[in-house]
């Protein structure tokens, strides 16, 4: 049976979920999907519901409620786990299923349309991996499947059948099978609405929790993990590529060790701290040396462009089981002109390394620009940075300055009009296109003591609201609210575009861009330019 995620998170402690999962994906059934861990946005009872599994089959919508080691019952009350350190009095595992399952149909009906009325039929199963519940009024034996039954995995098969005949009797209105047209949309509804995971800031920083939806094509790519051992993602900037690598590599570390590389030593210290399972290893690639003499299952490389040598890819080869040529390993990739080096790409690499493994992409929804931000990309550039997804924001605002000493002054106003409209300071990022602190303008600012070097800041407990200072390439592969470019010299411009695309595209929502004298004369010859390669110039 086909299952999403394809590999369980190596965060799922649950040695019963753990069993499921595993009796669930050796099920021979091609036409039903089981989702595991479905949260509910919304919940009568509680803050936050959850599903242990959501199968959706041919016959009928089928919840599964998953309770691992001692589970009893005293006085009508429900305690689970051992003695001394139970957790309790809780409701029911049936009464959790029953509850769970409502929701859900109230929730999704909302979205595909009612589940009755479209002949839907739904039912639960209650499983308890360790333990046999005796029989009780609270339940119909078919409702149950005890340790006994259950044998390990092996009777979770004939138990979902018992449970369907059992169900499909009390849903009279049922109109089985169920189409593929209708299961598909239901799929569709529940992974975007329901798959939720904590976005990378919130791993980090430890702040209020912050979720984000994955895409459709994220999920499709995460899917791929399944069936392929060897993935090069493609994708623009602001696409999720790392953000996808770092589940990718959750997902991998539930089964084997897993390599996580990249050039950025600033981006390699930020997943260091997001990756935390000790099966994880998160290195730069100029520290590899430190782990020359292991191999590891999984590999995945991150920014997989500023890697693209055959020197690279003969140091990568030997970190993976199999190498490169028969290990399992993730590449992502921007094929944009996101390389700063662009000498060190190496075009017989990417022939060498392209067909080891299965392309996909390019990506094509942007998770992290306003529509603002990539139309500005897409006509100084020429980059393609997919379909904005994050909406509309501010128009990118241009400064004209004289000097260093006036991009300070009209630095200082724009930060404190940021301030006044309630923007904190952390949400602000200063890139320099110099990425030479001693001559940048920052040091005039007045705010100048108190800003903090990104590099300096990077994966560790940041607790203060200031703003930080980059270099662009060191904040290659992160991201903030509000990024304000400076240091800008016409000679930043002259022929190479590449660090105008990363420095840019690093703002979520605002950017603002100080242009010394002739830096916007050449902007504008871009952006004619980019006018006339779109047709909308002659």
């Given at each position: 049976?086909?299952?999403?995620?394809?590999?369980?998170?190596?965060?799922?402690?649950?040695?019963?979920?753990?069993?499921?999962?595993?009796?669930?994906?050796?099920?021979?059934?091609?036409?039903?999907?089981?989702?595991?861990?479905?949260?509910?946005?919304?919940?009568?009872?509680?803050?936050?519901?959850?599903?242990?599994?959501?199968?959706?089959?041919?016959?009928?919508?089928?919840?599964?409620?998953?309770?691992?080691?001692?589970?009893?019952?005293?006085?009508?009350?429900?305690?689970?786990?051992?003695?001394?350190?139970?957790?309790?009095?809780?409701?029911?595992?049936?009464?959790?299923?029953?509850?769970?399952?409502?929701?859900?149909?109230?929730?999704?009906?909302?979205?595909?349309?009612?589940?009755?009325?479209?002949?839907?039929?739904?039912?639960?199963?209650?499983?308890?991996?360790?333990?046999?519940?005796?029989?009780?009024?609270?339940?119909?034996?078919?409702?149950?499947?005890?340790?006994?039954?259950?044998?390990?995995?092996?009777?979770?098969?004939?138990?979902?059948?018992?449970?369907?005949?059992?169900?499909?009797?009390?849903?009279?209105?049922?109109?089985?099978?169920?189409?593929?047209?209708?299961?598909?949309?239901?799929?569709?509804?529940?992974?975007?609405?329901?798959?939720?995971?904590?976005?990378?800031?919130?791993?980090?920083?430890?702040?209020?929790?912050?979720?984000?939806?994955?895409?459709?094509?994220?999920?499709?790519?995460?899917?791929?993990?399944?069936?392929?051992?060897?993935?090069?993602?493609?994708?623009?900037?602001?696409?999720?590529?790392?953000?996808?690598?770092?589940?990718?590599?959750?997902?991998?570390?539930?089964?084997?060790?897993?390599?996580?590389?990249?050039?950025?030593?600033?981006?390699?210290?930020?997943?260091?701290?997001?990756?935390?399972?000790?099966?994880?290893?998160?290195?730069?690639?100029?520290?590899?040396?430190?782990?020359?003499?292991?191999?590891?299952?999984?590999?995945?490389?991150?920014?997989?462009?500023?890697l693209m040598t055959i020197e690279s890819l003969d140091t990568l080869e030997k970190l993976v089981s199999g190498g490169l040529g028969d290990g399992r390993w993730i590449f992502?990739?921007?094929?944009?002109?996101?390389?700063?080096?662009?000498?060190?790409?190496?075009?017989?690499?990417?022939?060498?390394?392209?067909?080891?493994?299965?392309?996909?992409?390019?990506?094509?929804?942007?998770?992290?620009?306003?529509?603002?931000?990539?139309?500005?990309?897409?006509?100084?550039?020429?980059?393609?940075?997919?379909?904005?997804s994050a909406g509309e924001g501010e128009q990118v605002r241009f400064a004209d300055v004289h000097d260093a000493s006036e991009e300070a002054s009209t630095l200082d106003a724009?930060?404190?009009?940021?301030?006044?409209?309630?923007?904190?300071?952390?949400?602000?990022?200063?890139?320099?296109?110099?990425?030479?602190?001693?001559?940048?303008?920052?040091?005039?600012?007045?705010?100048?003591?108190?800003?903090?070097?990104?590099?300096?800041?990077?994966?560790?407990?940041?607790?203060?609201?200031?703003?930080?200072?980059?270099?662009?390439?060191?904040?290659?592969?992160?991201?903030?609210?509000?990024?304000?470019?400076?240091?800008?010299?016409?000679?930043?411009?002259?022929?190479?575009?590449?660090?105008?695309?990363?420095?840019?595209?690093?703002?979520?929502?605002?950017?603002?861009?100080?242009?010394?004298?002739?830096?916007?004369?050449?902007?504008?010859?871009?952006?004619?330019?980019?006018?006339?390669?779109?047709?909308?110039?002659?």
């Amino acid at each position: 049976m086909r299952i999403i995620p394809s590999e369980i998170s190596s965060s799922t402690r649950s040695r019963a979920e753990r069993s499921v999962f595993a009796a669930l994906k050796a099920i021979p059934d091609d036409q039903s999907v089981a989702l595991h861990t479905v949260h509910l946005p919304q919940h009568h009872k509680k803050r936050v519901g959850e599903i242990d599994f959501v199968v959706i089959m041919p016959d009928i919508l089928l919840f599964i409620e998953v309770k691992g080691g001692r589970v009893h019952q005293r006085d009508g009350k429900w305690y689970y786990g051992p003695p001394g350190r139970e957790e309790g009095p809780k409701e029911s595992p049936f009464a959790q299923a029953s509850g769970g399952m409502h929701e859900f149909e109230r929730e999704i009906g909302a979205l595909v349309g009612d589940l009755r009325n479209q002949g839907i039929p739904s039912g639960y199963l209650v499983i308890t991996t360790d333990v046999d519940i005796p029989r009780t009024t609270e339940f119909e034996p078919q409702q149950y499947l005890g340790a006994t039954a259950y044998d390990g995995g092996r009777g979770l098969a004939q138990g979902i059948e018992r449970a369907i005949r059992f169900w499909l009797a009390r849903n009279w209105w049922a109109r089985t099978p169920v189409s593929a047209t209708l299961r598909g949309k239901m799929l569709g509804a529940i992974r975007p609405d329901f798959d939720l995971v904590p976005n990378l800031q919130s791993r980090l920083t430890h702040l209020d929790v912050a979720f984000e939806r994955l895409t459709n094509e994220q999920l499709d790519r995460l899917d791929e993990l399944e069936s392929n051992s060897r993935l090069i993602w493609t994708g623009g900037a602001g696409t999720g590529k790392t953000f996808l690598a770092a589940e990718a590599a959750r997902r991998k570390s539930a089964t084997g060790s897993v390599l996580f590389t990249c050039a950025s030593t600033t981006l390699a210290a930020h997943m260091d701290r997001v990756l935390t399972s000790d099966a994880i290893t998160v290195l730069p690639f100029d520290r590899l040396d430190e782990v020359q003499n292991r191999t590891f299952d999984q590999l995945i490389v991150d920014e997989a462009q500023d890697l693209m040598t055959i020197e690279s890819l003969d140091t990568l080869e030997k970190l993976v089981s199999g190498g490169l040529g028969d290990g399992r390993w993730i590449f992502m990739l921007d094929q944009n002109n996101q390389v700063l080096a662009p000498e060190a790409y190496d075009p017989d690499a990417w022939e060498y390394l392209r067909p080891l493994g299965l392309v996909c992409g390019p990506m094509r929804r942007n998770c992290r620009n306003t529509v603002q931000i990539v139309d500005e990309v897409r006509l100084y550039t020429g980059a393609d940075l997919g379909v904005a997804s994050a909406g509309e924001g501010e128009q990118v605002r241009f400064a004209d300055v004289h000097d260093a000493s006036e991009e300070a002054s009209t630095l200082d106003a724009y930060v404190n009009e940021l301030v006044q409209e309630g923007v904190s300071l952390r949400d602000v990022t200063l890139l320099s296109a110099s990425g030479d602190w001693e001559s940048s303008s920052a040091r005039l600012s007045q705010r100048a003591t108190k800003i903090e070097r990104f590099a300096d800041v990077v994966g560790t407990d940041r607790t203060k609201h200031r703003l930080t200072w980059s270099s662009v390439l060191d904040f290659k592969g992160h991201e903030n609210h509000v990024v304000c470019l400076i240091d800008l010299e016409p000679e930043h411009l002259e022929g190479r575009l590449d660090a105008l695309y990363v420095a840019w595209t690093r703002a979520r929502a605002q950017l603002w861009v100080a242009c010394r004298p002739g830096t916007r004369r050449i902007l504008k010859d871009l952006g004619v330019a980019g006018l006339i390669r779109e047709g909308r110039l002659k």
